[in-house]
């Protein structure tokens, strides 16, 4: 049977399958959509010459079409996934078009697998050689070859740790925290903010409070650290009594206490732990302003007293000068690490997007095959962690990048209790977004978490193979541009691949179909797979036994919905925090190109290749949208262009429109009488006259 099945009888062997399996509708839809992707597009691009044009065969056509698939062997069906996409390509078929017609064959096609017709031998190895997935190299060593900055000495940790801060000094911070973040704070005239706001003042704080402590000279105690050593709360009870005069020099005093220790912190970060950047000055004073505030909640009536006051003056005079060399660095692209070593080298019209997406996004796709380059089958782990890293790049590098928090903090469902929705298929996949009620919010009733989730209708449209969406309620820019509901398109690969494809082998698992020893029956959600023996090579996301949560149920008859993070922390199964999510990007992004790019720069790299290829304004408009930013935020911020690609357009122009030369006219010469009667008479010459006149003239 393997040496006399034909092409087409493989399909018509599928065709009777489908009618045992599913119902009578169903089953002709797919046999259709099949019919219509096998006839239409892989025979044409084995050779089949059609009669007619247009979109639709004639039934002459698709006749002739089969017959032709009649000559070849089920060899071919080998190497399908690229004969499909060249097809696709060469006849220019939508992305809608390639999605469904390529989800049909490819469906095809892993049942073929399954059957003991599929070629062996020699094929088998190609089947084994098509999931090796290639050396993992590694030329330039660890990322700390690659050094971003200089760096005298090894960073030092001196912030004041939570079980070493005294009783009453964290009784201050919660406080602190809570004047920062509560909805109500008696007399506080200042907007509450968001907890990771109030989160990164804390730590700045505990900074300088650990500087005190550790590197302030004379020495503090630890019992003495008090939020007043940082700023000098003065009453107006401290002043009643005293002069004009009395009271500028206590506040000269107080302002020369503080100045005094903050320029010898400033000089503690530029001196001992190189840290050069105004931004991070900027932070630690925007931290004393927040702390000036709650110190002086009572002593202000509106938020303009604030500006009133001699120390938080001090403080907003400082920041603005800070604020103006901070704008200094943006204009002149400045930073302190060396941008060159997380920047993409690219060739002359190459954008660093597209050397991202070539040379790290599509080599981590490849990573993700489940044996090793000599066949033998990787730890499931090992798998999960590449798809991941491939999931991870996606997003950021085919999608317009997002802040890393709202893909670091996503959330997914791990349970469905819910009947099943209109417009699910039978054997669909969902994978539900739980209802309103369950999920997390702020003080106001608003939702603060973000969830991926399938759907098969989404603002209004049925997608009838369902599609991923993340629903972002949380982010930086949230205030601005409001909540967002991305879907995320399911790209198909030149191998046949597709983007759900990695998705959900990371969410579920990866089962391989055919014989394996210990083999498992699959009985789960992808029907071309159910009755296959096979293995599962990888659990996904369960490999990393992730620390998943549990919603309690808000009433005695409410469901109990249980969550996880998607992109766990593979190695601890919790929340990645930003630094580990970030060195991932940086790990992987050096091993394979030697930069170091990071989420953040994948920001850049997007605003630069939005100038390089000229988007228009509505297009630049809707990607700065799309990233959370303003317009003008792009522009300022993230573009990062060379002086010559930005001249490139003009010089063009000015090239092109001003100095291009001018035709040079050719010179007519005016006939004179004399020419215009010799002419006349030739003309009235015999032939033969004709030639020896000629003959006379070439002597």
């Known amino acids: 049977m393997k040496e006399s099945l034909t092409c087409w009888q493989a399909i018509e062997l599928y065709e009777e399958d489908v009618r045992a399996t599913h119902p009578q509708e169903k089953a002709e839809r797919i046999i259709n959509e099949l019919r219509s992707v096998t006839l239409r597009f892989f025979a044409s691009q084995l050779g089949f010459k059609r009669t007619t044009q247009g979109r639709k065969m004639t039934l002459a056509d698709s006749t002739s079409a089969q017959q032709f698939l009649q000559t070849l062997g089920v060899e071919v069906l080998l190497s399908a996934p690229t004969t499909l996409q060249q097809a696709f390509e060469n006849q220019k078929a939508s992305i809608a078009t390639q999605n469904t017609y390529g989800n049909r064959f490819n469906q095809f096609l892993s049942w073929s697998k399954s059957q003991e017709w599929w070629p062996s031998q020699g094929s088998w190895k190609a089947h084994v050689k098509a999931q090796c997935c290639p050396i993992l190299k590694n030329p330039y060593g660890d990322t700390s070859n690659t050094p971003l900055r200089e760096c005298r000495m090894r960073q030092l940790k001196y912030q004041l740790k939570p079980q070493e801060t005294p009783v009453a000094l964290q009784k201050e911070l919660d406080k602190f925290f809570q004047f920062l973040t509560e909805p109500e704070w008696p007399s506080r005239i200042i907007d509450p903010i968001e907890d990771s706001s109030a989160c990164e003042y804390i730590k700045d704080i505990r900074l300088m409070l650990g500087w005190f402590y550790r590197y302030q000279t004379p020495p503090i105690e630890l019992e003495q650290l008090s939020l007043s050593q940082l700023l000098k709360l003065v009453t107006l009870d401290d002043l009643e009594g005293l002069t004009t005069r009395q009271q500028e020099k206590v506040w000269k005093q107080h302002k020369q206490t503080l100045e005094t220790w903050l320029f010898r912190y400033f000089s503690f970060l530029r001196e001992v732990l190189y840290s050069k950047s105004p931004r991070t000055r900027r932070n630690k004073l925007g931290a004393l302003c927040a702390l000036a505030k709650f110190l002086y909640t009572d002593e202000v009536e509106t938020e303009g007293d604030y500006e009133q006051i001699p120390l938080i003056k001090l403080l907003n005079n400082h920041l603005e000068k800070v604020r103006k060399e901070i704008a200094e660095w943006t204009k002149n692209r400045q930073s302190v690490s060396d941008f060159e070593k997380k ?315 001003l100095f291009e030369p001018s035709p040079v006219p050719e010179p007519q010469v005016e006939a004179s009488p004399r020419w215009q009667n010799l002419l006349q008479q030739v003309q009235q010459l015999s032939p033969v006259e004709r030639e020896q006149f000629m003959a006379a003239l070439s002597k």
């Open 343 to 657: 920047w993409p080298d690219t060739q002359e019209g190459e954008t660093a997007l597209a050397v991202v997406r070539a040379k790290i996004v599509e080599p981590l796709r490849i990573e993700c095959r489940p044996r090793t380059s000599r066949g033998l089958f990787r730890r499931g782990f090992v798998i999960a962690e590449s798809h991941q890293h491939y999931l991870k790049w996606s997003f950021l590098a085919d999608l317009p990048a997002r802040r890393q928090q709202e893909y670091r903090t996503a959330r997914i469902a791990l349970s469905c209790p819910i009947t099943r929705p209109e417009g699910v298929p039978q054997n669909g996949l969902y994978h539900p977004l739980p209802p309103c009620e369950v999920r997390e919010k702020r003080r106001d009733g608003t939702i603060k978490d973000n969830y991926l989730y399938k759907t098969y209708v989404h603002k209004k449209k049925h997608y009838p193979e369902g599609v991923w969406v993340l629903d972002v309620q949380q982010y930086k820019t949230r205030k601005t541009h409001g909540a967002q509901s991305i879907v995320i398109p399911n790209r198909q690969f030149a191998d046949g691949s597709c983007f759900y494809d990695y998705l959900e082998r990371y969410l579920y698992g990866w089962f391989l179909p055919v014989g394996y020893r210990n083999s498992r029956i699959y009985d789960w959600w992808q029907p071309e797979l159910i009755g296959c023996r096979g293995r599962w090579v990888t659990s996904g996301r369960a490999e990393f036994n992730p620390g998943d949560a549990c919603c309690l149920p808000t009433g005695n008859n409410a469901a109990v919905w249980s969550w996880g993070y998607v992109l766990v922390a593979p190695k601890l199964g919790t929340l990645a925090d930003r630094s580990g999510f970030a060195g991932s990007f940086d790990t992987t992004s050096h091993r394979l190109i030697g930069k170091r790019i990071t989420p953040h720069t994948m920001r850049y790299i997007w605003a630069t290749w939005a100038y390089q290829v000229q988007l228009n304004d509505a297009q630049f408009q809707s990607l700065a949208y799309a990233m959370g930013h303003k317009v003008e935020t792009l522009r300022q911020m993230y573009e990062r262009c060379t002086p010559e690609e930005k001249r490139r357009p003009i010089e063009e122009a000015i090239s092109e429109l």
